[in-house]
């Protein structure tokens, strides 16, 4: 699956969809462990999402049992 | 998709927000309407004095250093002190078209002056209410209304003082030195506005940063 697109202002791929389908979770399972809107995730997704605090991503590598570098990483522009 | 950000800025729907501002303008627009009304029905079915305006006599308050009181205008006062006049007021008990002008020249733009501020400050207040308190309207408008401040208030203290030295040189059969008094009266009247206009517009620049701060908060998970 392909990570989403970044937003225009910045080069960071998420990889929630990857980590979601690893997981066998859906995004709806997400919002209601992590306690975050399923729009709000589904922004942050789509990488049109401009930051994300420390305390959003702690609940999601909690949720999806992984680090921070497996939730995003960073695309190198030509 | 529609946003849900979390941080989703209140898009004014605390009423108590643009308290108590907009309880004091919406008090004092009631009250100009009902003095209008008062006035108007005056003017259609009697005889109405205001301001110069009018059948009767036309005076005004006009700013005069240097006045030396003859008479016990201060009645008691203690040995050693002395009374000194700052205004006085000075009438044409007959007066002609332009003195009537003139009398009215010295308080008709400071009064459209503030009711055009007063309607401003409701037209910001109900942009807050829509738009939030931190949108580029509010800055917009906050900037118009400091520049607006600034630049009305010169022009009404500019005709209000000119029309009051006009005024006295058409009482006063003697020398008045009008055009002294009419800049330290120009003076006192614009050190508050001057003073308020740069914090609307200091206040526009905060605002137009808090726009800012708060399209970038809008975006954060």
Known sequence: ?78 | MQLDIDTTPNRGTDRKLTQPLGGAVRFILIAAAVLLGIVLIFAVFGTIQLGGLGSGPACTGVRLTGITIAGPAVAHLQPGTTATGGTVALCASRPTAGQRALVGLTWIPAVAMYLAVVLLVAQLLQVVHTAGPFAMAVARRLRFLGWFVLAGSVIVAASQSVAQSAFASTVDAGPVPAVSHAVSAGLAVLLVPLLIACGLLTLARVIRAGVQMSDDLAGTV
Do not use: Y
């Not at chain 1, 910045?10 to 399972?29: N, S, Y």
């Not at chain 1, 462990?33 to 609940?59: D, E, M, P």
């Open chain 1, 1 to 78: 699956m392909a990570a989403a697109e970044p937003g225009p202002d910045h080069a960071i791929d998420i990889h929630l969809d990857e980590l979601l389908a690893a997981r066998g979770m859906t995004l709806t399972q997400l919002s209601e462990q992590v306690g975050v809107t399923i729009v709000n995730l589904s922004i942050l997704k789509n990488g049109r999402a401009k930051a994300i605090r420390f305390s959003t991503l702690t609940r999601l590598c909690e949720a999806l049992d992984c680090q921070p570098g497996d939730l995003m990483s960073w695309r190198k522009q030509d």
